[in-house]
């Protein structure tokens, strides 16, 4: 399984960035992902996930995020993305994609990218 | 809502076994799978705990999951510690759809 982050960098508060995630190594249309993000020096927290096309592709959000992010994929591309508008200083994090397995099978995660906003 | 709570730092020497708390606040431990996640020092975490016990391929059998019903809480055993066990370690788990962490705990092998 591999996961491989793109698409942060430097950002003004109130500005927009897309993350993608482009999955390899496990069959992309049957997997959960979600993202995980972890500020400078703290924990982990929850961002969202996005179900299988058969399950119709729903979303779920963190309430932090839940009306500014918006979590898409292309399975045909086996990416993921991350849609980030509005963004605030408080959203200065890694951000990671994960297979998320739900206990029932392991989770699997990217390296990161990170995103910085500030004026 | 519900919190899960780790200790800040833990520590063991090389060779022993340490255990590492993770309480749930409110709601039963049970009720949902637990994970564990180990994050080395400048990399992303990885999967050492899977559905409350589970270990995924190339984990060794030195770690080790549980759940403790009577303290609502899972706990992380590593046997045999090893200086390269030193990372920080995660706690999570499902409230309804979210995922919840934990606070994680800092492990140093001294």
């Known amino acids: 399984v591999q996961l491989v982050e793109s698409g942060g960098g430097f950002i003004k508060p109130g500005g927009s960035l897309r993350l993608s995630c482009a999955a390899s190594g496990f069959t992309f249309t049957n997997a959960l992902m979600s993202w995980v993000r972890q500020a400078p020096g703290k924990g982990l927290e929850w961002v969202g996930r996005?179900?299988?096309?058969?399950?119709?592709?729903?979303?779920d959000y963190a309430a932090p995020v839940e009306d500014r992010f918006t979590i898409s994929r292309d399975d045909s591309k086996n990416t993921v993305y991350l849609q980030m508008n509005s963004l605030k200083t408080e959203d200065t994090a890694v951000y990671y994609c994960t297979q998320e397995g739900l206990g029932i099978s392991p989770d699997y995660w990217g390296q990161g990218t990170l995103v910085t906003v500030s004026s | 809502n519900f919190m899960l709570t780790q200790p800040h730092s833990v520590s063991g020497s090389p060779g022993k076994t340490v255990t590492i708390s993770c309480t749930r606040s409110s709601g039963s431990i049970a009720s949902n799978f637990v994970q564990w996640y180990q994050q080395g020092p400048g990399s992303s975490p990885t999967t050492v705990i899977y559905g409350d016990k589970e270990r995924p391929s190339g984990v060794p059998d030195r770690f080790s999951g549980s759940i403790d019903r009577s303290s609502n809480s899972a706990s992380l055993t590593i046997s045999g510690l090893k200086t390269e066990d030193e990372a920080d370690y995660y706690c999570?788990?499902?409230?309804?759809?979210?995922?919840?962490f934990g606070g994680g705990t800092k492990l140093t092998v001294l």
């Open positions: 996005i179900r299988r096309q058969i399950d119709g592709e729903t979303t």
């Open positions: 999570q788990s499902y409230d309804g759809s979210n995922q919840v």
